[in-house]
């Protein structure tokens, strides 16, 4: 009885073990199969290297360094380099090195004018018409001792006494009086000032 026991307690610890080893070896085995390093290097060697060397795959992590260091290949390629040596530099034409010519600037034919002259029609500046003469008659002074000029102006049977400044009639400024004359301005006409000379009687 006693026997059975201890025979049994080794085939169940047996198969523990055995069941950890194939958990170990299938963990060490998936990286190394699913790395997408160990798939590129395999499709970048070349074919014409020679025979191919065995690559364990059993040491995981490890044996994936050993497989990227064997094909890093430090021999000296003669036929690529020959092939580097034989490309030759072709540009557009222009060498860079090289000074070239200015290109000459054409003569211009003609004398570069857009507009046509015109000789027919000649523009002439239209003449303006002289404003009205104001209305105004200046015939005397109004002024006393220490006050500034006035002047009598007339308009018909209207009489305005007016100073330098004013305006006469809702329309006509005096702008300066003067012994002689009184210039007067239309404001409603905006024209340029005019001279009233002094009329006697």
Known sequence: MKLETDNRSKMLGGGGLGALALLVVVYELIPVLSSPATTSLANSQPAAQGPSRPSAIRGGPIAAKKVRAENLDPTLRLELLAASEQT????????????????????????????????????????????????????????????????????????????????????????????????????????PSQNIPLTQG
């Open 88 to 191: 030759k530099y072709a540009g557009s034409g222009r060498n860079i090195f090289v000074s070239q010519a200015e290109v000459p600037i054409p003569t211009p034919v003609g004398t570069g004018a857009t507009d046509k002259a015109k000789t027919d029609s000649v523009y002439t500046i239209p003449q303006q018409q002289p404003p009205p003469p104001i209305p105004l008659k200046f015939f005397g002074f109004a002024n006393r001792p220490g006050e500034a000029k006035r002047v009598f102006l007339s308009q018909g049977e209207d009489v305005f006494i007016a100073g330098e400044g004013e305006i006469v009639d809702r329309r006509y400024k005096v702008v300066r009086i003067s012994p002689t004359s009184v210039e007067v301005q239309d404001v409603v006409g905006s024209g």
